[in-house]
């Protein structure tokens, strides 16, 4: 009797599914791509993640196999397996032991036990071909600890959309949120700790668009900006209002730069005066405000048609150096911009860019520039910064002696700095000594 009613339970149950399915599938078909915009979070963990984690269970072996990286068992066990199961298939080769797969706000993370002989580098050349076979955007292999990498993967571009929030209000003196990183955190310029950066890239790259970020950062604070931009101030002179200095042709840069060399040996004899190694240890009423000077299109300076621009751009390079040089301890930050920054430029700007720590490469046009942004640094960013598409404009590799990193700049337009430029104009410090003639 049981079993009858169990039984027409049974049979009237596909129905009822069948009803279900035929309302969810095509509702989801043609909901899908709405909700998963609307709720990227929720769509990944139950729908992208079980598919992408049940292609890795499925593609671990042959991968590892294929990467070069499977280890034959030892000759011993395969005579005793050979003994044992006369007949029976040849044990196979053994590969990279994988650990859970744990899902992240937008990818997984995995570690992976290395075999012995093998070291972390062999899994990082297979990264291209883990991210290729688990059909995920990118995956990186980092060290965890001896024996052990981490695999991180994530499923789309963090860079396509960056979540993090603009800075507001001043925050802390000299650090600025300019945009986001390929983890997801904040890309933080803080001239405290890096005081000297390089930005290259090639036209609408992103250049000017991450200076605007930082300009709006640095404009609610108490920092002196300064603008040197001989492309006749085309870039800077929209945040003239805010500006301390601004110039506009290699004349008045060149004024400008051994002005400002001036004002850092002054700071110099200040802080020998009152026995402090940087302006930080000064009180903080004796304290001179901070410069940050941004130099757009330092091409500009250093191109030469004839002998007495060799002489400025020979003086403009000299005190450059100079600021990088002394301008730290001394609170004169550089943040130097340029399309093409080779050596071609004259060895003043090897000698320079060996002063300017940060480096942000967006997309290059010519090898060279990725070369002297990257290659002294990091050589593995330079593939990264030479993949990156025109149509990811404010994409960028950052390095640093400690390694590299993806990240995109917020997208503050010229209109948006050229406001915060006015509304914060009335915190621009006077600094006569800046004052170049036009
Ligand atoms: N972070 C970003 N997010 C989205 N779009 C961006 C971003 N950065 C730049 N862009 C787009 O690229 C365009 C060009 O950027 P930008 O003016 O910063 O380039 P540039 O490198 O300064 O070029 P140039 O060398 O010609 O001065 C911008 O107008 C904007 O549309
Ligand atoms: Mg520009």
Known sequence: MELASATSADATWPSWVLVVAAVLVPGLLLAGPALRSRYPGAWWLLCGFPAVAFRV??????????????????????????????????????????????????GFVLLVRLLPGQVPEHLVKAAPAMAESWQVHAVRVTSWKPGVVRIVASAVDPLADPQVPKQRGPGHLLRVTVGALETGAAWVVDLRSVPHWLIVGAT?????????????????????????????????SLYEPRLSALATNREQAVRLLT??????????SLCRAARVRNIWGLPDKERPVPVVVIVDEIAELF?????????????????????AQLGAALGVFLVVAGQRVGSDLGPGVTALRAQLGGRVCHRVADPGTAEMALGDLNPDALKAAQAIAPEQAGTAVLASGDGWERARSHLITEADAEAVAAEYAHLTPVLSELHVEP
């Open 204 to 236: 609408r790259s992103g250049k000017s668009t991450l200076i605007n970020a930082l300009v709006a950062g640095l404009a609610p604070q108490p920092v002196a900006l300064v603008g040197i931009d001989c492309k006749g101030g085309m870039e800077l």
């Open 259 to 268: 002005a400002l060399v001036d004002l850092t040996l002054d700071r110099m």
């Open 57 to 106: 269970v499925q593609t671990w072996r042959p991968l590892m196999a294929g990467c070069g990286l499977a280890v034959s068992r030892r000759p011993a066990l395969t005579v005793v397996s050979g003994l044992v199961g006369k007949g029976a298939p040849p044990p196979q080769p053994r590969v990279p032991r994988r650990g859970l797969i744990r899902p992240t706000s937008g």
């Open 303 to 323: 191109l030469v048609a004839n002998r007495n621009e060799k002489d400025e751009a020979h003086a403009a390079g000299t005190a450059l150096i100079r600021l």
